[in-house]
């Protein structure tokens, strides 16, 4: 899993972007407020005044604008908001949703046959599985409860029953998202927990002792191949032992008084790492700081942060901001350096265990058998104390344990002696530097931030994934949002329709705004221009590398309505929420504790386009009782 | 509370549909991959087993590769497309399990697309597995490159092609990989996997899968696996996609390079010996295939030499029917030329201009009468019969064409002739003497070095002496190595003249400066072996004159088509078709490949 520079962002650095306010959540939110209240009301006035007249139409207005303020909001009660949460709920078991359980229990059953235990991961095949089947099926049922309700009510007359008794527009629309968000939670509780014990259960296995040998007074062994794999143990003189890890996981293998030899359960196969990042630099072959690794000619993979916020929209930026492997070279000055902060000895007593997901090039073939090494240092970033390398051999695509003793020699002013580790190599507020290099010439070491990290322990799998579960039901909440929004002043069918273009396009956003940035002038990407010039160059044939075939005049009119056409679609989409970014799954898919500050952007996130899509879907509503 | 009649309907339907879902799993559950025992499986899936069932005939029926399908309600295509645009992704992004998945939903849906199983296989096999760097890794890969297209063949088991990929893959991609030497070993233990080769049906306990060392060997399963194919294609399965003496070749050639590759691994005694000696068997059994060709007919490769004889024996009645007639006949045609034809005939090539260069190549084609233009020239009580055999010639010699056309797509006669030389007794003492020279100057034991490498030249030299061809061979690329060694260790740059691989060295010089010295050896090689039976002691000490062989109707040593200059081997036989033109002339095959002569005017009767 190679994270991007805005996993990594605290709460308050994802809200406020220090040195970057522009960038900030904090200023979009309110820039897409202010926007929409502004256009708002702009439409309102201008709905209002076809109505009734210019002056009429102001005040109509502005008596939505004072009974909102005056009325309907000191007004609002949790009774009747809870009561039309209620309605909402019986309606959608009416309607039947609950039918959503039982198709995701048919396709667990069935996934048995489409899942492979014996992959070298499975568990990130079934957690990806759980998570994305759970996901879809709660999109599609909010897209479908959330947007027939209010329609349907206005349609039958039944909404005049409802305001009368009286609840306000307020307590309407937010009463139908609570209620809808209810019944989402009852069908998202029992999904979450069949794929609890689906996936525990799915991958669950035990061995039987294959051989055992005594050598020299260890028993040694092997067990039988379960699941495409097989441990080898080693046991201590109590008879207990634990296998060698395998595809992350390991068995205690325990032998009985008269000479029976049990495997147990695995052990460490589903958790939730809880890794302390640092900061990563590199040196260059001159040992001079560099800006990335080098490149050794991977393909771009994609993704990344391309900045949100007024930046964008001011063209403040205009690439994207994506963290791919940077290298260092063997038997040269290259180095990659990870500096960590605030580390507390009595955290690690017994020293420092990292892991590493290091990648490995090779130049030349050389030696097959053996990987390509590396080794690891720590260094004080106050005093340039250094312990003595550790050698370790690289292991691709798996975690790879290391472990930096309290206790190790090293350098410290020229003089090799015995260091401690947190009193020679950590600083006094706990910072201190790990050195990775390459020792094989012509071989290199790829690396990014995420990919060395101290394990500061393990939360567990259940929590892990209920935290992704709850990532889900935020997106579900907003997608209901936005439906109820839209199905106060669309019908059913054409606000589901709105709804899902908003989320469709809110997932979009990182293609628009590549598009956005590809179009502004000297820009040497070149994907085909904005809609009208690439519907030409597609009735032309026209390859979307080559140069746009027009004379001048039409061409630059073509290009300048493209311009903007395409910076209003990049504005519209930032202010949409990007559901894909606000899943979480990849990290229970890879082990990795989902952080907290994640789970806080995004329901902030969620609460906020909560927030707005009541407003909104309250102003039209009441602009409809008025007219009506 | 009372249930309304619409309820209790509905709950009944939702209960016969929840009880329903009881057998849809047990009959539908597919067979585990590995699994040989009874009972494992739905029940469709047990049927299958036991009856060999297939799919429309095509192969095993997998239930969830059937629903998925009808799960796209028609749609297959673009969930296929989808698939594979993000088994690209997941490629990119070096997310191998995902992608792996990702292959595996995409052949539940083109189950029966040989292609699909064909390309990601070797995505795996090939491309795949070199992103790792522990080797073990890269083998694991490996493996399930292979294991996805022994699926494929599970599910088409009427595609040779599969079966043909099946082998090649266990041959090439473990045995001539950089690693092969670790792949082989890897395979050699790999018991999880021979469990499912023999689940597949490949006898991987018998001794045609076991090598040396009495545990399976990468490259006998491949010969096992093109064996099954060939067993297909016997059995009246046409073969579609694989030209066949590529496909039919294979097969043997396994065999041949395990027999070179447990040489290589230092098998060097009677092991070795009788392995070469069955893939001699092999390839003549390969030699006697019945092989269609492009020209509607069928050949079979070892018949050459008969071919060869027959043709030769017309060509010889032919030439005591016709006499001279042939000469008369260029004589009276050269007389009609016009004088710039004959200027541009009578220039020597690389002095013609354009114009001459066209002219002649118009004017020499028509000099050289053919079979039937001689026959119809001779006396009319003799027509008939010269005409009979002018055409019986003919067909004969493009029988001969057609056969050595298809034995230069494998280099039929030097393997044919590797496996006679590699198996000959002095071969394996020169190799076994040769690494044991090697073991003992690693020893640094010059002495027992130094003998043991003389000893091994005077080996070498007799099998040279038998099989010329074998000077230009790969394998003999480890003894110029070791020659180098014996220099540095006697501390000599030059070799004395009597030493016994001087000719080797010679051959080797000469085939370094020129690498058709490689198709006159096998030519000469040919002409011995086929022509005029297996000589005892012929080799480089009778070459024939003038590099040429005797028989001028010798194919090989007047086939272009072995030439790497087409200009040139134009040229040299238009100068031979000159020389000899009354005594042996043109035929139609010969025609094609006739174009200039030798720039003196007239043929140079033989």
């Known amino acids: 899993m190679i994270l991007q520079p805005e996993d990594f962002w605290s709460f308050s650095q994802w809200l406020l972007r220090p040195g970057a306010f522009l960038e900030s959540a904090l200023l979009q939110g309110i820039a897409v407020a202010i926007f929409l209240m502004i256009l708002g009301l702009l439409f309102g006035y201008l709905v209002s005044a076809v109505r009734y007249g210019p002056v009429e139409g102001f005040y109509a207005v502005a008596r939505v604008v004072r009974e909102f303020v005056t009325k309907d909001l000191p007004q609002m009660r949790l009774r009747r908001i809870g009561a039309m949460a209620r309605l909402a709920i019986k309606e959608a078991l009416r309607r039947k949703v609950l039918v959503v359980v039982g198709v995701f229990i048919v396709a667990l059953l069935l996934a048995g046959w489409y899942l492979d235990p014996t992959s070298n991961d499975p568990g990130r095949l079934y957690v990806s599985f759980v998570l994305t089947a759970t996901n879809y099926l709660l999109i599609l049922l909010a897209l479908l409860v959330s947007t027939f309700s209010i329609p349907q009510d206005i349609k039958s007359r039944t909404i005049y029953t409802i305001v009368t008794k009286p609840v306000n527009a307020l307590e309407i629309v937010l009463g139908r998202i609570l209620g809808f968000a209810a019944v989402g939670t009852m069908l998202l509780v029992p999904m979450g927990v069949a794929s609890y014990f689906f996936v525990s259960r799915g991958l669950q296995h035990s061995h039987e002792v294959e051989e055992v040998e005594d050598r020299a007074g260890e028993l040694r062994g092997s067990t039988s191949v379960e699941l495409g794999h097989s441990h080898t143990f080693q046991l201590d003189e109590d008879g207990q032992g634990l296998t060698e890890l395998q595809r992350g996981h390991r068995h205690l293998v325990t032998r009985s008084s008269d000479n029976e030899f049990t495997v147990g359960p695995a052990v460490g196969l589903l958790r939730g790492r809880q890794p302390i990042y640092g900061s990563l630099e590199f040196l260059d072959r001159n040992g001079n700081p560099a800006d990335q690794g080098l490149n050794v000619g991977y393909e771009d993979i994609g993704g990344g942060y391309g900045a949100g916020g007024l930046a964008r929209l001011m063209g403040r930026v205009n690439r994207r901001d994506v963290y791919q492997h940077g290298y260092v070279e063997g038997g040269a000055l290259t180095a990659a350096i990870y500096s960590f902060g605030g580390l507390d000895p009595n955290q690690f007593t017994d020293g420092l265990p990292l892991e590493l997901s290091l990648r490995a090039f090779r130049t030349v073939k050389g030696d097959i058998v053996t990987g390509v090494r590396g080794t690891l240092s720590v260094r004080n970033p106050e005093t340039r104390a250094e312990s003595q390398p550790l050698t370790f051999i690289v292991k691709e695509y798996e975690v790879d344990q290391q472990f930096i003793p309290v206790k190790l020699r090293g350098t410290a002013g020229d003089v090799v002696k015995d260091l401690d580790l947190f009193t020679d190599l950590v600083t006094s507020d706990g910072r201190t530097e790990i050195v990775v290099r390459c020792i094989d010439s012509g071989q290199y070491l790829g690396m990014t931030q995420a990919d060395l990290y101290i394990r500061a322990g393990d939360s567990s799998f259940a929590w892990n994934l209920f935290k992704a579960y709850l990532d889900l039901w935020l997106q579900m909440l907003i997608v209901i949002s936005f439906g109820v929004m839209f199905s106060t002043f669309l019908s059913g069918p054409v606000a589901l329709i709105a709804t899902a273009v908003a989320v469709l396009l809110g997932m979009a956003a990182e293609w628009v705004f590549e598009l956005s940035a590809s179009m502004t002038p000297g820009s040497r990407r070149n994907l085909g221009g904005g809609p009208i010039e690439s519907l030409i160059r597609l009735l032309r044939q026209d390859a979307m590398t080559t140069d746009f075939d027009l004379s001048t005049v039409p061409r630059v009119i073509i290009q300048g309505i493209d311009r903007v056409t395409v910076y209003m679609l990049d504005a519209v989409a930032t202010a949409l929420p990007n559901l894909p970014k606000m899943n979480t799954s990849e990290f229970v898919a890879n082990g990795m504790n989902i952080f907290g500050a994640l789970v806080g952007r995004h329901a902030t996130a969620a609460v906020c386009y909560l927030l707005l899509a009541v407003m909104v879907g309250y102003f039209f509503l009441k602009t409809r009782e008025v007219a009506g | ?606």
């Open chain 2, 1 to 606: 509370m009372n249930l309304s009649g619409s309820t209790r309907r509905k709950l009944t339907y939702v209960l016969i549909i929840a009880l329903l879902l009881v057998p849809l799993y047990y009959l539908g559950q597919p067979l585990e991959a590995a699994s040989t025992e009874a009972g494992s499986g739905g029940r469709l899936a047990q049927l299958r087993a036991r009856y060999d069932l297939s799919e429309g005939d095509l192969g095993d029926i997998d239930p969830a590769s059937a629903s998925m399908r009808l799960a796209t309600l028609g749609m297959r295509g673009i969930a296929a497309t989808m698939l594979w645009q993000k088994s690209h992704a997941y490629k990119r992004r070096q997310e191998w399990e995902r992608f792996t998945a990702t292959l595996n939903q995409i052949a539940l849906l083109q189950p029966h697309y040989e292609n699909v199983w064909e390309h990601q296989a070797h995505n795996l096999s090939y491309n795949v597995s070199v992103e790792f760097d522990d080797y073990t890794q890269r083998y694991d890969w490996v493996r399930r490159g292979l294991e996805y297209l022994m699926k494929g063949v599970r599910q088409n088991r009427k595609a040779p092609r599969l079966y043909w990929q099946t082998g090649w893959f266990f041959g090439h991609k473990i045995g001539r990989a950089d690693e092969k030497v670790q792949f082989r070993d890897l395979f050699r233990k790999d018991d999880d996997f021979h469990t499912v080769l023999a689940g597949e049906g490949i006898n991987i306990d018998s001794a045609e899968a076991r090598g040396p060392d009495g545990r399976p060997d990468n490259w006998l399963v491949s010969r096992l696996w093109h064996n099954r194919g060939y067993d297909l294609v016997d059995g009246g399965v046409a073969l579609r996609g694989k030209a066949p003496v590529p496909f039919y070749s294979a097969g043997p050639l396994s065999h041949i390079s395990h027999s070179s590759a447990i040489e290589t691994e230092g098998v060097l005694d009677e092991r070795a010996k009788e392995s070469w000696m069955r893939s001699d068997r092999d390839w003549n059994t390969f030699g006697e295939r019945v092989v269609p060709t492009t020209w509607n007919t069928t050949v079979r490769l070892a018949s050459l030499g008969d071919r060869v004889r027959r043709a030769n024996e017309l060509k010889t009645k032919f030439g005591e029917m016709i006499g001279d007639l042939p000469q008369k006949i260029y004589d009276e045609r050269l007389a009609l030329l016009t004088a710039e034809e004959r200027q541009a005939i009578d220039t020597p090539e690389k002095d013609r201009t354009q114009e001459q260069t066209q002219i002649a190549q118009r004017v020499v084609a028509g000099l050289f009468p053919s079979y039937t233009e001689i026959a119809r020239a001779m006396p009319p009580d003799q027509r008939l019969a010269a005409l009979d055999l002018a055409d019986r010639l003919a067909r004969a010699e493009e029988e001969v064409m057609q056969v050595e056309a298809y034995r230069d797509q494998i280099n039929y006669t030097y393997w044919e002739i590797r496996c006679a030389g590699e198996q000959d007794d002095d071969m394996i003492d020169a190799r076994r003497l040769m690494y044991d020279a090697e073991q003992a100057l690693k020893q640094a034991n010059l002495d027992e070095a130094i003998k043991l490498f003389d000893q091994s030249w005077l080996k070498w030299a007799a099998i040279f002496k038998k099989y010329p061809i074998l000077m230009v061979d790969v394998a003999s690329e480890d003894l110029i190595d070791s020659l180098r060694r014996y220099q540095q260790v006697l501390d000599n740059d030059e070799f004395p003249d009597d030493f016994p691989l001087v000719e080797f060295i010679k051959t080797r010089t000469k085939y370094d400066a020129d690498p058709d010295e490689f198709l006159r050896l096998q030519a000469r090689q040919f002409e011995e072996r086929q022509i005029r039976g297996k000589p005892e002691g012929a080799g480089p000490d009778n070459p024939p004159s003038n590099g040429a062989p005797e028989s001028n109707s010798s194919p090989e040593s007047s086939e272009p088509a072995e030439s790497s200059d087409p200009v040139e081997s134009a040229a040299e036989t238009s100068e031979e078709a000159a020389a000899g033109a009354p005594a042996s002339p043109s035929s139609p095959a010969e025609e094609q490949r006739v174009s200039e002569p030798n720039g003196e005017g007239s043929p140079e009767p033989k």
